[in-house]
Each structure stands twice: as structure tokens, then as C-alpha cells.
């Protein structure tokens, strides 16, 4: 049977098979929030987000990625190789 949408667990949920921790999403939420925006913060915001990418696996973080390359300014999309 394929998990649920939302299958929570003790150290986090999982969302169409991405499984962060309740720390992981705050830190990926506040990392989105750093790369829309061209503050000082971009460079560091692009090395979490490919790190969270990672975690999340391949499909979610290319769907992820593109998402933030539409909205991020060119600043981050070099950031983040793209």
C-alpha cells in the first residue's frame, strides 16, 4: 500500500515522499525565504537549499528547484548553478 499524502512520524512528515524533520522544514522555509530575495543571506540560502534538495530526493528536488528558479532572483539562480 503507498504511503499517505501526509504519513506523519516521530522525527518528522513526510510529504509525497519527502521526508524532512520538523527542524529540516523550518530551516527549508526559511531558506525559500532567503533565496526569493537578494539579501547576503543568498549564497549561504542556495548551499541549504542544494543540501535539503539532496535529503528530499531526486524527483522532489528537481520539482523543488524549478519552482525556486521562477521566483528567485538572478542572483540566487547562479547560486544555485542554474
Known amino acids: 500500500m503507498p504511503p499517505d499524502r501526509w504519513d506523519p512520524r516521530p522525527d518528522g512528515y513526510c510529504v509525497a515522499q ?3 524533520s520538523p527542524n529540516e522544514r ?3 522555509a ?4 532567503d533565496l526569493v530575495r537578494d539579501t547576503p543571506r543568498t ?6 537549499f542544494n ?3 539532496a535529503k528530499a530526493g531526486r524527483v522532489a528536488g528537481q520539482v ?4 525556486v528558479v ?3 532572483p538572478a542572483t540566487a539562480r ?4 542554474v
Not at 43 to 48: E, G, N, W
Not at 64 to 67: A, P
Open 18 to 20: 519527502i521526508c524532512l
Open 26 to 28: 523550518v530551516e527549508l
Open 30 to 33: 526559511q531558506t525559500i525565504d
Open 43 to 48: 549564497s549561504l540560502a542556495a548551499t541549504r
Open 51 to 53: 543540501k535539503l534538495m
Open 64 to 67: 523543488l528547484l524549478k519552482t
Open 70 to 72: 521562477e521566483i528567485a
Open 78 to 81: 547562479s547560486h544555485l548553478g
